[in-house]
């Protein structure tokens, strides 16, 4: 990143552009002022977020950003980040643009100063069309939390304050998208309708785990089902290699191989499913770092247990499959599958998430198994002028 100084914007406020591992270091700890009092809020690993904005996530080999910190009376009040995705910009147009991270106390003040600074930076690279939050893009932590305050996120999903919707609202930006969570118990009961679509397919489908002898294949076979199956998804940006194989790292360090499923129609990989044990039940206890004591306490929780939930982050049927009833069947066979083994592993409820508001077929899947709707969270746009 490469920014000009700090900028005055009015008394008592001014914002700074993140410029060296210090600011970094700042721009990382804003949340714990904003959530001081806010129990919901699960703090994350400070090292995994220094990885995460660091020059080795591979976003940046086809993205650009600069994050900036505002401060209030010399005190950090806010955060924000503008970014470029080459890309987005190649599948939905050469001016867009989006802003990330935002962080902020309820001062409209603050946010103003926050969003014009991205969006000048985003203006001098010709971006009208302004979309966010993306932490850094739509294939990683997105939107603004506007339903569903009153329990904490779960693993890579984020948390946000009641104010931050009004805030961007206040400043021109008007809803483009929601996106749901959706959450179930896993003893519920298989519907007729599952039992029956399973039955009727079982001959032709086979369900099998990953195979961790050949991790890699593996990996390029769900990315590839992954970007066909979510490819005419509202701003579907596809996975390149390097991400999925920065994904595929923490899989094999976090997830059993009974947690990814692959079903194959005539010996053709067709659907997938990943579940993620929800390691935030453990970082809550952590306040971002595992050190000096952050490990005897991962030890501890372990030793009662470990997690009672999970995550369902990753999941698609092939698109020649949607709209049918084989495509529906998939689609219940790897949701059904990890089911007994969540069970055995003392898991009790799993979120889904997440989900387009649009998505009419997959939203029915899911209110047949008894899921409900307990986290709603926003994408908010602007088209900048001048």
């Excluded at 410029?19 to 700890?29: A, H, L, P, S």
């Excluded at 946010?111 to 069309?129: F, K, V």
């Amino acid at each position: 990143m490469n920014e000009k100084a700090a900028q005055p914007i009015s008394s008592g406020v001014t914002v700074r552009p993140v410029t060296n591992r210090r600011e970094m270091g700042v721009f990382i700890d804003v949340p714990w002022r904003i959530y001081a009092d806010d129990p919901m809020w699960v703090p994350p690993l400070r090292l995994e977020r220094r990885l995460h904005f660091s020059r080795f996530n591979p976003f940046f080999k086809h993205g650009e950003w600069q994050a900036w910190t505002a401060y209030r009376n010399n005190q950090p009040a806010g955060r924000i980040s503008a970014q470029i995705d080459q890309l987005h910009r190649q599948r939905y147009g050469a001016d867009t643009g989006h802003f990330g991270s935002f962080e902020c106390i309820d001062d409209i003040e603050v946010s103003a100063a926050l969003i014009h600074t991205a969006e000048e930076w985003l203006a001098a690279r010709d971006t009208r069309c302004v979309t966010g939050p993306f932490n850094l893009s739509i294939n990683q932590e997105c939107g603004i939390l506007v339903d569903g305050f009153d329990t904490p996120p779960v693993v890579m999903m984020p948390h946000s304050r009641e104010w931050y919707g009004r805030l961007l609202e206040e400043q021109g930006y008007e809803p483009v998208k929601d996106l749901l969570a959706y959450w179930v118990e896993v003893d519920f009961k298989a519907p007729r309708l599952m039992s029956a679509l399973i039955g009727k397919f079982s001959d032709q489908v086979n369900l099998r785990t990953l195979r961790r002898d050949k991790f890699n294949q593996e990996m390029e076979v769900l990315r590839d089902i992954f970007n066909d199956a979510w490819s005419e998804n509202w701003g579907f940006v596809p996975f390149t290699k390097a991400e999925f194989d920065e994904l595929g790292t923490s899989l094999r360090l976090l997830v059993p191989n009974d947690c990814i499923q692959i079903a194959e129609v005539d010996g053709v990989p067709a659907a997938f499913m990943v579940a993620l044990p929800n390691l935030n039940e453990i970082f809550a206890e952590l306040d971002g770092s595992l050190f000096p004591f952050g490990w005897t306490r991962l030890v501890r929780l372990k030793s009662r247990g470990g997690v009672r939930t999970g995550r369902i982050p990753l999941m698609g049927v092939r698109k020649q499959f949607h709209n049918t009833p084989l495509g529906m069947a998939l689609a219940f066979m790897v949701i059904d599958a990890p089911r007994k083994l969540g069970r055995a592993m003392g898991v009790q409820a799993v979120e889904l998430s997440w989900i387009l508001e649009d998505n009419k077929a997959m939203r029915a899947i899911l209110a047949s198994l008894g899921c409900r709707e307990y986290k709603r969270y926003r994408i908010y746009g602007k088209t900048l002028t001048g």
